[in-house]
């Protein structure tokens, strides 16, 4: 799961990393009283999406007057974003973030992760805050200094040192404060089951101070069961309304441009039949895993949601059945048939447990529009071929 | 011969008289695994499925001998379950159950790799050895006995890869699910090591997914190491980019982890790498023979 700027920059100041000041706002005339609240001279009115390259798209901006502050808002709350990181549909702006400004003298990058190999987590930091740290990993990978610490022992004093210096951080004062800064992240990742911090830019002001300037937080979805405080921080808006409908069924469901649904058990089979579809010249139009404890009901709503996009030609479903039952599944199929309208071709292969009962079912049923396949590559090429029409 | 575990190997359920796990240990039983018992805390003394019930790991390792455990219980006590494994002396834990938190699943691993004890998953079907013993939740028939060795990150695809090579009339030998979690216990690399060594496995098939290096760390380890024939299929060629926040996860591993650099970098191992899961056996067929 993960979470607004503005949210992890609350838990930021729960552990004292420091930010600078701010307050969110749904509306302009939130906007400017937030800004007047805050005083100063000069405000970021800041878009609050959940991806990364707000700025670029024109959802970051500064402002030099309230009147500004008001105007910015207007222009930025209710407007679909785009950056590389939404896809080319972009994201409704629902909230902006009015936050003071900073006197910036340096820009930073600094991370905490898990390293799946080193198999414990690995803070990440670099002197080129800012940019896409991407393209800086890549062309210049010695720019990116990385500490791994492991939570049998913890953040120690090394590690902090191995930052600063590699930081080129050479006044006394100063690394006391990025090596406090950093090992509070490094608590604060730990205590809340973070799957990932990323502060980009992490910035140095004229003052000597180091502040998050952005945040970005995601969490590991498994864990939120002892993190209600983090759970309640969801925003689902900013999730898919039919990825959510179908994860209130056990599915998982991402929909894609292609034109043949697919309903499959495991998420690499899932994967795997898609890419026999487009090996065979066909587009998939979803994917769509029903999990391992699918049922009639679940299958069902399976076919509804498939059957929402318009572009589905036909409908491929591909069941290995281990602990799935290929005869619960063929009673699914039977009873979508009466539930919802299916009008386009839908090919069925059922392997594995119950295999041979659930070829009965279905032959009993004797419906027009289902056709058997024997396996996975023979379902694929009649599906490629029903959404040919052939 | 096989990899792991056979006909003899002594195992133990963790999570034992829960619904999942009864379901199972009984369906484990009926595939011909030793199960000599089970632990579920505060039903010691009790008999379950006609074999005893124990409070503890270590009672249940100090009355049965068992080496092995197989993990079922729910993934709010899994880290815990796998560290109790582990200092108990178990030698190989197969953790199936699904969305055990990555935290715990980290302090576990430690805790196992101190120990000296090996794991395998969480969140995956579990490991088989044809016709000898099934320590997991994977439909027993389809793995029927034979020379190959099969190694996945994906429950249906393990079955599928093996129910393709069985259709060719082949076989068999052992069959791994690794599990595509955060934080796993064997991977590719040592299970490649143990299909090398084992004199009945003729040929491997590793099935691998996007996400993460593991399949660029095996090639590399095939190209120096295994010389019997390898087929790979690598699922989510055809998946959207992931709509993301951040990019450390990129930056860390210093690969996008696509199918496509999986791919490459498998062929260019001397792997035979196929672009569809509908071509497991047939390519099997081609080393084979």
């Given at each position: 799961m993960n979470i607004h700027e503005y949210q992890a920059k609350q838990i930021f100041q729960k552990y004292g990393v420091p930010t600078p000041r701010g307050i969110i706002a749904n509306t302009p005339d939130e906007a400017v009283a937030n800004a007047k609240e805050l005083g100063g001279k000069i405000w970021v009115v800041k878009a609050q999406i959940h991806a990364g390259g707000r700025g670029l798209g024109g959802g970051v901006k500064l402002a030099k007057s309230i009147d500004e502050v008001r105007e910015l808002a207007d222009e930025i709350l209710g407007m679909t974003?785009?950056?590389?990181?939404?896809?080319?549909?972009?994201?409704?702006?629902?909230?902006?973030?009015?936050?003071?400004?900073?006197?910036?003298?340096?820009?930073?990058?600094?991370?905490?992760?898990?390293?799946?190999?080193?198999?414990?987590?690995?803070?990440?930091?670099?002197?080129?805050?800012?940019?896409?740290?991407?393209?800086?990993?890549?062309?210049?990978?010695?720019?990116?200094?990385?500490?791994?610490?492991?939570?049998?022992?913890?953040?120690?004093?090394?590690?902090?040192?191995?930052?600063?210096?590699?930081?080129?951080?050479?006044?006394?004062?100063?690394?006391?404060?990025?090596?406090?800064?950093?090992?509070?992240?490094?608590?604060?990742?730990?205590?809340?089951?973070?799957?990932?911090?990323?502060?980009?830019?992490?910035?140095?002001?004229?003052?000597?101070?180091?502040?998050?300037?952005?945040?970005?937080?995601?969490?590991?979805?498994?864990?939120?069961?002892r993190h209600p405080d983090i759970e309640a921080m969801r925003d689902i808006s900013e999730e898919d309304p039919d990825e959510r409908?179908?994860?209130?069924?056990?599915?998982?469901?991402?929909?894609?441009?292609?034109?043949?649904?697919?309903?499959?058990?495991?998420?690499?089979?899932?994967?795997?039949?898609?890419?026999?579809?487009?090996?065979?010249?066909?587009?998939?139009?979803?994917?769509l895993d029903v999990g391992g404890t699918a049922n009639a009901q679940t299958v069902a709503k399976g076919f509804e949601i498939i059957l929402k996009n318009p572009n589905v030609k036909a409908i491929f479903v591909n069941i290995f059945g281990g602990i799935v039952r290929c005869d619960r599944i063929a009673n699914g199929i039977l009873e979508a048939t009466k539930l919802v309208d299916v009008n386009v071709p839908v090919i069925v292969r059922l392997d594995g447990t119950n295999a041979p009962e659930a070829a009965e079912i279905l032959k009993n049923a004797n419906i027009d529009n289902i056709i058997t396949a024997t396996d996975l590559g023979d379902g694929a090429a009649k599906a490629v071929a029903a959404a040919k029409g052939e | 011969m096989s990899i792991l575990i056979n006909k003899d190997t002594k195992v133990i359920v963790q999570g034992f008289t829960g619904s999942e796990g009864t379901f199972h240990a009984e369906q484990c039983m009926a595939y011909g695994t030793n199960i000599v018992g089970g632990?579920?805390?505060?039903?010691?003394?009790?008999?379950?499925?006609?074999?005893?019930?124990?409070?503890?790991?270590?009672?249940?390792?100090?009355?049965?001998?068992?080496?092995?455990?197989?993990?079922?219980?729910?993934?709010?006590?899994?880290?815990?379950?796998?560290?109790?494994?582990?200092?108990?002396?178990?030698?190989?834990?197969?953790?199936?159950?699904?969305?055990?938190?990555?935290?715990?699943?980290?302090?576990?691993?430690?805790?196992?790799?101190?120990?000296?004890?090996?794991?395998?998953?969480?969140?995956?079907?579990?490991?088989?050895?044809?016709?000898?013993?099934?320590?997991?939740?994977?439909?027993?028939?389809?793995?029927?006995?034979?020379?190959?060795?099969?190694?996945?990150?994906?429950?249906?695809?393990?079955?599928?890869?093996?129910?393709?090579?069985?259709?060719?009339?082949?076989?068999?030998?052992?069959?791994?699910?690794?599990?595509?979690?955060?934080?796993?216990?064997?991977?590719y690399k040592q299970l490649l090591k143990m299909f090398q060594e084992d004199p009945e496995t003729e040929a491997i098939v590793m099935i691998g997914e996007i996400g993460g290096d593991l399949e660029i760390q095996a090639a590399k380890f095939i190209e120096e190491n295994i010389t019997k024939p390898v087929v790979a299929f690598i699922a989510g060629q055809t998946a959207p980019k992931g709509k993301r926040m951040g990019h450390a996860g990129a930056i860390i591993s210093g690969t996008a982890g696509t199918a496509k650099e999986k791919m490459d970098a498998l062929e260019s191992a001397g792997v035979k790498v196929v672009v569809s899961p509908a071509e497991i056996g047939k390519a099997i067929k081609e080393v084979l023979s």
């Open positions: 974003l785009v950056t590389h990181q939404t896809g080319p549909e972009g994201k409704l702006v629902q909230k902006v973030y009015i936050e003071e400004g900073a006197n910036i003298v340096d820009e930073l990058y600094l991370s905490v992760v898990l390293d799946r190999a080193a198999e414990m987590p690995i803070i990440m930091a670099s002197t080129e805050g800012g940019m896409d740290i991407e393209t800086v990993a890549a062309k210049t990978p010695e720019k990116i200094i990385k500490v791994a610490v492991d939570p049998a022992y913890g953040f120690q004093g090394f590690h902090g040192r191995e930052l600063v210096f590699g930081l080129g951080i050479t006044d006394k004062a100063e690394q006391k404060k990025m090596i406090q800064f950093a090992s509070k992240l490094y608590k604060l990742y730990m205590e809340n089951d973070a799957e990932m911090i990323e502060i980009n830019p992490l910035i140095k002001t004229a003052e000597g101070d180091f502040l998050a300037l952005d945040g970005k937080m995601g969490f590991d979805d498994s864990a939120l069961g409908e179908a994860s209130q069924y056990g599915l998982s469901y991402i929909a894609l441009d292609g034109e043949i649904g697919c309903m499959v058990n495991g998420a690499g089979l899932a994967m795997g039949t898609m890419d026999t579809i487009n090996y065979m010249g066909g587009t998939p139009a979803n994917f | 632990v579920t805390p505060g039903k010691g003394g009790q008999e379950h499925l006609g074999k005893p019930v124990f409070n503890t790991v270590k009672e249940a390792v100090a009355s049965t001998g068992a080496t092995v455990s197989m993990v079922f219980v729910p993934p709010a006590f899994v880290g815990d379950a796998v560290m109790e494994a582990a200092s108990a002396g178990i030698e190989l834990a197969v953790i199936i159950t699904e969305g055990a938190p990555v935290k715990d699943m980290q302090a576990a691993k430690a805790c196992a790799v101190k120990n000296g004890m090996m794991t395998i998953g969480p969140n995956c079907p579990g490991i088989i050895t044809a016709d000898e013993c099934k320590i997991g939740i994977m439909p027993g028939n389809i793995f029927k006995k034979g020379n190959v060795g099969l190694i996945s990150k994906s429950g249906t695809l393990t079955y599928e890869g093996a129910n393709q090579v069985v259709n060719e009339g082949y076989g068999i030998t052992t069959a791994v699910g690794i599990g595509g979690d955060p934080i796993i216990g064997l991977s």
